[in-house]
């Protein structure tokens, strides 16, 4: 029997998952949706009343303080869910487990978002050369495919890269993370004029987010909006 190439491998269980009756979180049947009706409607969600910036619960949905005093590089911030049970597991499981008929489940509930179609360009955020040959894909990019599609925005994979190859985040404690990817990226486009969405799967302290949105505004974006599928919120 023929060995089969990691892309074959990566087609075939995309194809399987689209073909799921089995709602991931409970078994019940699905359809061809990775979960059921009742399992997609107790996802968590953020609060109602958000900071536009960077989405954390503020009273009133008011730009915070810590925007105020600190403007990111990004504009605005569009979150679907809040990271958080059973939500964080689904996203691991895209994320780590290759199960990426979920990424074109959450890119689908990311174009849903409003204001998503508000740009020029969509760019996934970058991974190192060296993690994407071990993870096998860019999950930023499976996450934007459906959101192109659906508002016809063409995606740019080729602008920007990641120079570093740097600890994961997710390793780090919230304050170490800023300086970890300083300097990370590198752009070598004119977006002068430009109005990017940067799309990622988790938003947790925003320093990746920040550090690239900070490289485009060097190279001219006038406007850059962060997508992504969950946005962590600080520990109490």
Known sequence: MPILTQTARRILRSCAG??????????????????????????????????????????????CGR??????????????????????????????????????????????????????????????????????FNQALELARPVSKAWRIPIDRQSCRRIRHTPAQADLPWRERAGNVRGAFQCATDFTGQRLLLVDDVMTTGASLDELARVVRLRGAERVTLLVVARALPPV
């Open 18 to 63: 689209l073909l799921t009756q089995d709602c991931l979180l409970c078994g019940a049947s699905s359809g061809a949706s990775p979960l059921c009706p009742a399992c997609e409607a107790d996802l968590p969600h953020l609060p109602a009343s958000c900071c536009p910036r960077c989405a954390l619960p503020v009273p009133g949905g008011e730009v």
């Open 67 to 136: 925007c105020l005093a600190k403007p990111p590089g990004y504009d605005l911030t569009l979150a679907a869910f809040r990271y958080a049970f059973p939500l964080d597991k689904l996203v691991q499981s895209f994320k780590y487990g290759h199960r990426l008929a979920l990424g074109s489940y959450f890119g689908r509930q990311l174009a849903a978002l409003p204001g998503s179609a508000c740009a020029d360009l969509i760019i996934p955020v970058p991974l190192h050369p060296l993690r994407l040959r071990a993870r096998g």
